[in-house]
């Protein structure tokens, strides 16, 4: 695999979406389509890992958002306010040729949300899995079900990324 570069802010310009394969194709329309007008309407913000040819290799996108008190478990609602404050990963996606990168990726908006925590508080992150199989993986870095055993839903205790960070 070619040199990469450190996750950054997605740059319109820059980096080279054109090609992106994750082998799900409604990540790789999202990231050439609408990542740019998101950013731009302050609604999702893209971190990239791109080659030292700018071409990207990994993306993710992250919101503020807020859990809904009556469907979450108690760990997360203990003591919050209704609803309770979270950051969303929006969507996660690698390019099959860089297979590899999305734990590192994940590593860094894990970092991202552990600083932000400090300016504006966050309970926990929270991601929708793409599928029942996603889910897997997303339990591998602490993630649970926000919903019952079975949903789609997760969420990672912002108290909790510490021990996930020295662990991936
Ligand atoms: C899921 C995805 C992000 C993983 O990216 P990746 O770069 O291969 O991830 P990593 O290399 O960091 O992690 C791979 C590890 O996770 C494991 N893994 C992969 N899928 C898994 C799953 N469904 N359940 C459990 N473990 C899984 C692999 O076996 C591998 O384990 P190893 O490190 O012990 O060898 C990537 O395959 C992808 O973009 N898929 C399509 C889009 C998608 O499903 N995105 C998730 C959004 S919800």
Request: with cysteine; glycine share 8%; hydrophobic share 45%.
């Amino acid at each position: 695999m070619t040199e990469l570069r450190r996750p950054e802010p997605l740059d319109t310009r820059r980096h080279d979406r054109a090609a992106f394969d994750s082998g799900e194709p409604v990540l790789d329309e999202w990231i050439r389509r609408y990542a740019g007008q998101n950013r731009r309407r302050h609604t999702a913000a893209t971190w990239v890992i791109a080659d030292a040819e700018d071409r990207i290799v990994a993306y993710a996108s992250m919101s503020i958002t807020a859990i809904d008190r009556s469907a979450a478990p108690e760990e997360v609602v203990k003591g919050a306010p209704d609803p309770v404050p979270a950051l969303l990963i929006g969507r996660l996606a690698v390019d099959r040729s860089g297979l590899g990168v999305g734990t590192a990726l994940l590593g860094h908006l894990l970092a991202t949300a552990l600083e932000l925590n400090l300016s504006a508080a966050c309970r926990a992150v929270v991601v929708t899995a793409l599928t029942p199989a996603a889910r897997g993986w997303w339990e591998r870095f602490g993630f649970r079900p926000l919903d019952g055993e079975d949903g789609l839903d997760l969420y990672l205790l912002t108290h909790d990324i510490e021990v996930t960070l020295r662990n991936i």
